[in-house]
């Protein structure tokens, strides 16, 4: 994997971080979410839920994008990527009492689907071009 590949997979991986971060940040600046340490309940989880499925798709639309070449291959790896880091989160989390159990469960199943969603998104407008 050449360095551009890498760039390809990083990209998206600090655009979710710092896309999420921020919504996250505004969402308890206005109270929808609890102050930080308390539980979110299951309304707020499935919406946390669908601005990252959102955000993770966008990351990998980026990935493929600036993929030299193969970008569903890039996807791919970023959503195994995404998958894992999921799974551990889930692991440390899990009897935290941080929200509903099905959260992090959601996160790390959607982690590849949502990946090649992004990665399908940008070869079908790559294809119109």
């Known amino acids: 994997m050449n360095k551009r590949s890498v760039w390809a997979i990083v990209a998206a991986i600090l655009f979710g971080i710092v896309v999420t971060t921020i919504v996250d940040i505004i969402l308890h600046m206005v109270g929808y979410y609890p102050p930080l ?7 707020q989880s499935l919406v946390a839920t669908a601005y990252r ?3 993770g798709i966008a990351g990998a639309w980026i990935t493929a994008r600036l993929a030299p070449a193969k970008p569903m291959k890039h996807v791919v790896i970023l959503g195994i990527l995404g998958t894992v880091v999921c799974i551990v989160g889930l692991a440390v989390t899990w009897n935290r009492g941080l929200g509903p159990h099905w959260y992090p469960i959601a996160l790390a199943v959607l982690a590849l689907p949502q990946s090649f969603v992004g ?3 940008y070869l079908r407008q790559a294809g119109t071009r």
């Open 37 to 43: 340490g308390e539980p979110m309940d299951d309304r």
């Open 53 to 55: 499925i959102v955000i």
């Open 119 to 121: 990665g399908w998104i």
